[in-house]
């Protein structure tokens, strides 16, 4: 039974039974297709940067979610979120539900869930705090920047009864999940390799300089930096070219894209949770090799044009690859039988060549609130397919070949193990 259906019920044995009639209108019970406010389910929305309002304003479409307050350490943010859900929504959010502290929102006994879109180092912190304060999460990928986050955020979910939702929405889309069932299902003939369209790999170590710090209201810097380490000032950071210094990417930009495309070999190879065991990298190209022998390749370029996030599946009797097009190219031709794909999910202002579904995957995430049954990016599996990505960065910016065993999530490697973790800055400890 979902937490919305308990606190109607303990409302119900709370209150009795009224004396007198009431007369109360149709809405509030549902009626006349609308939804009733007890079956809504409340959102905090912490992170208010163009990536979080892309995913807001796909949940804002769902009848049954009610946004409820919006928070993030930039001023100008907070502002431009208030005002775009007036006009666009006719959504008023007051100055007493509008916060720099995302404490702020979780403390709140009314929110149901919260959407997590803050900069890559926050996202595992902010998801396992919003864990411990009871709400259900939607979080931004990459959703955690280390191994053993990842495996933390995953223990945190499963003590705390959570559902969580990684937005990697790809696997929620028809093309991407023909061409996994056509690889899962034995069609290619034995799977030999799985590859999946990454960045071209970058890493940065350097500050960039010292500019004066705003106003704590203006931009909170030392809650922007929270558990990552500190560093000076700089404007650059803050606005979103924070991408690729160490300190606050998962490694290298692997996961901006391989976070959507090693999850879809995953899933393929049916290893949702696991990871392969060795890996190594030559120039901008990353390979892996799974327990059972199926080659992972990540690389960024040599696709067919088929739009961005590209997974191809090679068998011994075939082959597919498919892009954020929505197109599909198979072989051989007596495959073209087994495409099923939606083209609703493609096009105009929901779908584009973005890969972005407008409905399923967030209300994948909204009816297993209800439910309490699994999201189909859930932690676990979110885990495995990070932990890949994070392993193979690895083996890039070490220069050499690691082994790797996903049960204990330890490499042969003694550097490369010391780097399975960081250290966060006080207090931001989980």
């Known amino acids: 039974m979902s937490r919305l259906s308990l606190s109607r019920r303990h409302f119900l044995k709370t209150t009795g039974i009224f004396a007198v009639p009431l007369v109360f209108p149709a809405k509030i019970f549902g009626k006349d297709g609308a939804t009733a406010p007890s079956n809504k389910i409340t959102l905090g929305f912490i992170g208010c940067g163009h990536r979080g309002r892309h995913d807001l304003r796909r949940m804002l479409r769902q009848p049954d979610v009610q946004l409820l307050s919006l928070c993030d350490v930039q001023q100008a943010r907070r502002n431009e979120t208030r005002d775009y859900l007036a006009k666009t929504y006719n959504i008023n959010i007051s100055a007493e539900n509008i916060y720099r502290h995302f404490r702020d929102v979780l403390d709140r006994k009314d929110i149901d869930a919260v959407l997590i879109a803050t900069g890559d180092h926050w996202h595992a912190h902010a998801s396992i705090y919003a864990a411990q304060a009871g709400k259900d999460v939607y979080s931004e990928k990459p959703c955690a920047i280390t191994i053993d986050l990842c495996r933390q955020l995953a223990a945190a979910m499963r003590r705390y009864g959570t559902i969580f939702q990684a937005g990697t929405q790809r696997r929620s889309l028809s093309n991407f ?71 606050f990417d998962s490694g290298a930009k692997h996961h901006d894209w391989g976070a959507h495309t090693v999850d879809l070999c995953q899933w393929a190879v049916n290893a949702d949770g696991s990871a392969p ?19 992972l390749v990540m690389r960024p ?62 209300r994948n995430f909204f009816d297993c609130v209800k439910t309490r049954e699994q999201p189909v990016c859930n932690a676990d599996i979110t885990a495995g397919t990070h932990i890949a990505c994070h392993a193979s960065a690895l083996s890039w910016l070490l220069k050499r070949e690691l082994t790797f065993d996903p049960k204990t999530d330890t490499f042969t490697d003694e550097q490369a193990n010391r780097m399975r973790t960081r250290e966060w800055r006080e207090p931001w400890i989980v």
């Open 301 to 362: 370029d040599g696709w067919m044009g088929l739009g961005n996030c590209a997974v191809r599946f090679e068998g011994e009797d075939g082959w597919v690859e498919t892009g954020d097009s929505g197109r599909i190219a198979v072989y051989p031709d007596s495959l073209r039988d087994e495409l099923r794909v939606d083209p609703a999910t493609y096009g105009g202002k929901d779908g584009g060549t973005h890969g972005e579904d407008p409905i399923t995957h967030i």
């Open 177 to 247: 999940k023909c061409a996994a069932e056509l690889a899962r299902s034995g069609k290619l003939g034995k799977l030999k390799e799985v590859h999946a369209a990454i960045y071209y790999l970058n890493v940065r170590y350097d500050w960039l300089p010292a500019q004066p710090l705003p106003e704590q209201d203006i931009c909170d810097w030392d809650m922007w930096l929270g558990p990552s380490p500190w560093r000076p000032y700089n404007y650059e950071y803050v606005k979103g070219s924070w991408r690729g210094h160490y300190d």
């Open 277 to 295: 065991v060795k890996y190594w990298a030559e120039g901008h190209r990353m390979f892996g090799v799974y327990g059972n022998g199926v080659k």
